[in-house]
């Protein structure tokens, strides 16, 4: 009954665990924004960067603080030191703000300050029509975007292409300066037209309570276009000098489908929701919205359920699958009655795992299901190592009851300290810090909830199940043939004891140090991917709408080539991309296209055969892309530069953007640094002519890019005669050149801005001849008055903790050569570099790569101590200790040699594997010293030896068996951690060999002058 209740909770708490794709948390940074209307980059950095930096910089909490300027605005990402509270941080930054703010422009923004997370990105939806305007199309976005809000667990919901409704008044310059008016003037007399604020409340006891309120009558461009303003003793209407117009701002970017214009909507989860009921919540609403608005179009262009679904159909079907082949394989080795009790056991753990997680507020998504994948096989080791107990007790003779109760007692002891080991391996990759830290700690939670949960199940519930489905007198498969196989090669190595332990703790090592030094290193392996993300930047005087048309002309060349790419969509938009080295950029003369293809059509025995059969959410819609996302990129490559796009549009850069994991944004980062920006932008392109030339580099760019042209005004010495100043011309200029909000009104819509400019403001030789009127009305024009100097300024100012950084970007295919070796090369220009006083950082994948160094070596050393403190209360000597600790460097050899016959290259998932591999491989070997310490002679070692091959052999089989699939045939971001299968698959058979071979031979070497025994 106690069972049948815990499975039932388990069940139920699996279905109420919220699914996502990947787990969401608060990173250790905070950022601060900023927006300075018209300002330019020089401005922005020493008027409000420079004032909060000073401030910012003083906090404890901050360990690093990185700033990127553009014009008119800036962002400054703070990274804490670890174990810092974010929320704590937090506060002293705002206060810290504050304190800066007094020296910051009056006229600018208020900055603001958030903690970053992670977000749930969950569907992006376009919405498009052949009928309606763009207009038109925002006001059924909004209404779209209502109606989505309303489900459950949707946390945010944002349109791109959307903006809001304002009034537009344009003021004539002409007709302004015909009437002997100023824009000073104009604007400050349209401010008086509206207010809304209240006025008071009147309290009168015989005539009543009033509130009292300006009427607001100027609340629609006709009535804005008819009031009289009287400017200097001249009355006019606002509609002689000015047009007025009541529109949607010009969006900041613009979004196209399939090259045709339309709107975009971005839907968030929370963190209750389910991924999966909601996305078929949504698919609901908007087959219903369609039908009531026929002449609107709806759809789901980017779903992240959909790869939560295949994560799940993957493990699903791997755990059916696993639990299927464990069944027969026990069956076929011991008997069907001792496969039937491990079976039970599986499912079991799984669901009491499952408990914990929604207790402990975990999610299950892709992370936390590689987890369970890769504890499958670990944890059903417990059930049969207690289970082969309780058969060999009774085909000693025991009964059942006492079979059972011994067998389960004298295996209590070591299968503790195995799980123990097993956690104390995995736990220790909680200390990699930074973001994937955050990310890769759920698979060690996992396995350790699974373990733990398998123990509970082998010592509570396994017992009962055996004493009433094992027999005494039940048929088991003998293992004669196997044990007498065993005993030749343990007879043969322990014959010649000594030259093996020679030759074994001399070879080995040195063939680790030679694998080491053979192998690759990459930060994580490449998958395949739904998505292929391009980016282009045209020329800086290209404006939004240009861009725009840029972006369709180039998604109708794609979709010459749908069926070729397997394209199903392509989506994009202008005024935004990610480039190259993963840099955001806002700029009117940027685009970024999403090309979404065809999901990936079953290519292996495992998605073919059994996937589609042993899972729960399979779809076989749309499996109809017969290539690699990898290979089908560069065919898309090879195509654009075929038609030589980048030439027919003018591009400054047209390029791949391969999508990377973690906080990598580029393989290589080559950070310089100097008060010289002619011996940088020298340097820079010096080195980037060395990095094209290398093969295996796929592309590479730098942030030394000159943006749009400053013109800076300084008055003359007659302007200076006159009585002029750079305040009153700048006071001026802005009420001309900047589109201000000078007052707000309420209409139907709701409450509106009122933003006023010039119809000139776009002409340069307006500018020049901008007139003037001094105090005694005297009119010049502004070129007599100043001086015009055009400087050139760059696109982006990047700063590290207050210091310019400018920056070299690089990526490259592993399978040729890695970031590693690049720098290698680089190493003499580096070298000289520094020589000629330019510091150089080292950033990208090299300086991840060390802080994954440093935790590693910190997690290795802590789940050594933490193993070995468990092996000392296990064994009580310090001798054996160390001969069981022993297996795991030599375990090492395992793992390089899988890597190099897999083909691929060390990374951070194999080092995590490593680090798992040091607890689960002396699993077998705790057993099987346990079993050793009884022997008496050395005839006592064979024969205790060889009673430990069957329950050996049968746990490192079933868990091969468990990452067998994920080792040979992972499929999407699955690939990430096929390294960390193949570490600890590898590193367990090798394993396995040292427990069987190694183990017993260094066992009675040591303990020889205990063991007496005839033809010793």
Do not use: C
């Not at 604007?187 to 309570?209: C, H, N, R, V």
């Not at 000015?242 to 529109?247: E, G, S, V, Y």
């Not at 839907?267 to 002449?295: H, R, S, Y």
Request: net charge negative.
């Amino acid at each position: 009954m106690l069972f049948v209740l815990i499975f039932g909770v388990g069940v139920y708490a699996y279905q109420k665990t919220p699914k996502e794709i990947f787990p969401v948390f608060d990173l250790d940074q905070i950022i601060v924004t900023g927006a300075y209307s018209g300002a330019s980059l020089d401005v922005m950095d020493k008027m409000a960067v420079d004032p909060l930096e000073d401030e910012l910089k003083n906090i404890d909490d901050v360990e690093k603080m990185t700033s990127v300027i553009t014009s008119g605005r800036f962002t400054i990402v703070m990274e804490l030191r670890r174990g810092a509270d974010p929320y704590n941080s937090l506060d002293k930054v705002k206060d810290a703000l504050a304190l800066a703010s007094r020296t910051l422009p009056s006229d600018m923004d208020e900055p603001t300050v958030r903690v970053l997370s992670i977000q749930r990105d969950l569907l992006n939806i376009v919405i498009e029509s052949n009928a309606l305007s763009t207009d038109a199309l925002k006001i059924k976005a909004n209404e779209l975007k209502d109606r989505i809000s309303t489900l459950r667990n949707i946390s945010e919901v944002t349109i791109y292409g959307d903006s809001d409704l304002y009034y537009d008044i344009k003021v004539d310059a002409q007709k302004a300066e015909a009437y002997g008016l100023s824009m000073d003037a104009i604007t400050k007399a349209i401010a008086k037209l509206s207010y809304i604020f209240p006025i008071g409340l009147i309290e009168d006891k015989q005539k009543g309570f009033y509130f009292v309120s300006t009427a607001n009558s100027k609340n629609s461009s006709q009535t804005f276009g008819e009031a009289l303003i009287n400017i200097a003793g001249k009355q006019l209407r606002l509609k002689d000098v000015a047009t007025i117009t009541k529109r949607y701002e010009d969006s900041a970017t613009l979004f196209r489908i399939n090259s045709q214009n339309a709107l975009n909507l971005l839907v968030k989860q929370n963190e209750n929701g389910n991924a999966l009921e909601i996305a078929d919540d949504v698919a609901k609403l908007l087959t219903q919205f369609n039908a009531q608005n026929p002449n609107i179009q709806t759809f789901i262009f980017d779903d992240n359920s959909e790869k939560i679904r295949d994560r799940l159909n993957i493990v699903i079907s791997n755990i059916l699958f696993g639990l299927i082949i464990i069944f027969f394989l026990v069956a076929w080795l011991i008997n069907f009655r001792m496969a039937t009790i491990i079976i039970i056991g599986i499912p079991t753990s799984f669901v009491i795992g499952a408990f914990y997680f929604y207790l402990s507020g975990y999610t299950v998504n892709m992370i936390s299901l590689i987890g369970v994948l890769i504890a499958l096989g670990i944890i059903v080791d417990d059930a049969i190592v207690v289970s082969e107990n309780i058969q060999q007790k009774l085909e000693e003779g025991m009964d059942i009851k006492e079979a059972t109760i011994k067998g389960t007692q004298e295996m209590a002891g070591p299968v503790t300290i195995a799980s123990l080991t097993t956690i104390f391996a995995f736990i220790p990759a909680l200390m990699i810090s930074g973001t994937m830290g955050e990310v890769i700690k759920l698979i060690p939670i996992a396995v350790s909830a699974l373990v733990v949960a398998s123990l509970i199940e082998s010592f509570i519930f396994l017992p009962i199940h055996a004493s009433h489905t094992l027999k005494p007198n039940a048929k088991t498969r003998s293992w004669e043939f196997a044990n007498g196989l065993y005993s030749k090669v343990i007879h043969f190595h322990m014959h010649y004891k000594k030259f093996f332990l020679f030759t074994f703790m001399v070879a080995t090592p040195l063939l680790i140090v030679i694998g080491m030094k053979l192998s690759k290193f990459q930060m994580f392996p490449k998958f395949d991917d739904t998505t292929i993300n391009l980016s282009f930047k045209a020329n800086v005087n290209t404006s939004l709408e240009d861009t725009n048309a840029i972006l369709g002309e180039i998604q109708k060349e794609l979709l010459t080539q749908k069926e070729a790419f397997a394209i199903k969509n392509i989506g994009g938009v202008a005024g935004f991309r990610r480039d190259s080295a993963g840099n955001s950029e806002n700029y009117p003369y940027v685009g970024d296209i999403t090309i979404v293809l065809h999901k990936l059509k079953a290519d292996n025995v495992v998605d073919k055969f059994i996937t589609p059969y042993l899972s729960f959410y399979y779809d076989e819609e749309g499996r109809i892309r017969q290539e690699q996302s990898s290979q089908i990129a560069q065919k898309i490559k090879a195509f654009l530069e075929k038609r030589n796009l980048k030439k027919r549009f003018d591009l400054v850069d047209l390029s791949i953007v391969e999508r990377k994991v973690g906080p990598i944004k580029s393989d290589i980062e080559i950070g310089l640094v100097s008060n010289d920006n002619q011996k940088i932008i020298q340097a820079i392109n010096g080195l980037k002519a060395k990095v094209e030339a290398i093969k295996g580099v796929v592309s590479v760019t730098d942030n030394i890019q000159f943006g749009i042209d400053e013109i800076r005004l300084s008055i003359n010495p007659y302007g200076e005669q006159l009585g002029l100043d750079e305040a009153t011309i700048g006071a001026l200029l802005s009420n001309f050149y900047l589109s201000k909000i000078n007052s707000n009104t309420f209409d139907e819509a709701g409450l509106l801005e009122i933003k006023i400019e010039s119809t000139q403001k776009d002409s340069l030789e307006a500018l020049k001849n901008f007139q003037i009127t001094l105090v005694d009305g005297t009119i010049v024009a502004l070129k007599e008055v100043v001086l015009l100097e055009v400087v050139k300024s760059f696109e982006k100012l990047t700063k590290d903790n207050a210091q310019k950084n400018f920056y070299l970007f690089a990526n490259v295919d592993a399978d040729i050569i890695t970031g590693g070796e690049v720098l290698q090369l680089l190493q003499e220009d580096l070298k000289a570099l520094s020589q000629e006083g330019i510091k150089v950082a080292l950033k990208g994948e090299k300086e991840k790569k060390d802080e994954l160094k440093r935790d590693m070596m910190f997690a290795t050393a802590l789940a050594m101590v933490l193993i070995m403190l468990s092996l000392v209360y296990m064994f009580d000597s310090f001798r054996e200790t160390a001969m069981m600790l022993s297996v795991i460097p030599y375990s090492m050899l395992g793992v390089l040699i899988g890597h190099a016959i897999m083909g691929l290259n060390l990374s951070m998932p194999s080092f995590i594997g490593m680090l798992g591999l040091a607890g689960v491989v002396i699993n077998d070997g705790i057993i099987m010293i346990v079993t050793l310490k009884k022997a008496q002679d050395l005839q006592d070692v064979y024969r205790l030896a060889a009673s430990r091959l069957r329950p050996i052999v049968l746990t490192t089989v079933t868990t091969l068996v468990g990452l067998a699939t994920i080792i040979f045939f992972p499929t999407g971001q699955a690939v990430i951690f096929q390294p960390l299968a193949i570490s600890l698959g590898f590193g367990l058979a090798w394993g396995t060999i040292l427990n069987l071979i190694y183990l017993p031979v260094l066992y009675t070497f040591i303990n020889q002058k205990r063991l007496h025994a005839q033809g010793y």
